[in-house]
């Protein structure tokens, strides 16, 4: 399967811990995007990479949020100190470079903090 | 800023008919509109893209128009089944490239 991949899936925490989820893209693309969706929404962007440049981030990524793409291959997604109100599906897409290139959605990790 | 809206939020239809959910974007400068489809707890799945050039896009029983001018978006499923029970997303490209989701269309198609 040559799509977009997420790890975990379903990530059951307790308020207060830290956690990571990872993000594979599509290999010949180098553009990669993280959203956040919470119950009845829709997806809200919260930070994208060309590469392994940070070109951009939302203000939803709070000071807790951190997300790296080392050599611009897969991308991590940590939450320090994780609060309730995170709970919520955390979905990754990468896409090709250009005004028209679609991007292409993983299955998206659920987390719930308890 | 961007701003998506989705008309109506929840829709419940007999089976066999034909429906049509609507998208307004407040920034007619976008690069793409996308309609997605999403199952409950689950990821989304691309069902149209159109480019901002095109008019409209067709996929099966699914046809997707775009009015940039207008601000506006339409997806039009023909024949609805029970399987098309699902929420629809659509969201549009501008700028960073980035997507601007709207909050979608709940759908059921009652069998």
């Known amino acids: 399967d040559t799509g977009v991949s997420q790890d975990p899936r379903h990530k059951i925490t307790k308020r207060g811990q830290n956690v990571t989820f990872r993000c594979d893209p599509i290999s010949e693309h180098n553009r990669l995007y993280w959203y956040r969706q919470t119950l009845g929404q829709g997806p809200e962007f919260l930070t994208y990479f060309q590469n392994e440049a940070q070109l951009e981030k939302s203000r939803l990524l709070s000071d807790r949020f951190s997300a790296e793409r080392p050599k611009g291959s897969f991308s991590t997604l940590e939450i320090q100190r994780t609060e309730q109100g995170d709970s919520a599906m955390y979905l990754c897409a990468s896409s090709a470079s250009g005004r028209n290139y679609e991007q292409y959605f993983g299955p998206g990790t659920r987390l719930t903090v308890t | 800023k961007q701003e998506v809206t989705q008309i109506p939020a929840a829709l419940s239809v007999p089976e066999g008919e034909n429906l049509v959910l609507n998208c307004s974007f407040t920034?007619?400068?976008?690069?793409?509109l996308q309609w997605f489809r999403q199952d409950p707890g689950k990821g989304l799945t691309s069902l149209l893209l159109?480019?901002?050039?095109?008019r409209e896009q067709t996929s099966g029983r699914l046809n997707a128009s775009l009015d940039k001018s207008s601000g506006r978006s339409t997806l039009y499923i023909a024949a609805s089944q029970p399987g098309d029970s699902a929420t629809y997303l659509c969201?549009?490209?501008?700028?960073?490239?980035?997507?601007?989701f709207g909050t979608g269309t709940r759908l059921k198609v009652l069998a």
């Open positions: 159109i480019q901002s050039s095109q």
């Open positions: 920034d007619s400068a976008i690069y793409n």
């Open positions: 969201a549009v490209t501008s700028g960073t490239y980035k997507y601007i």
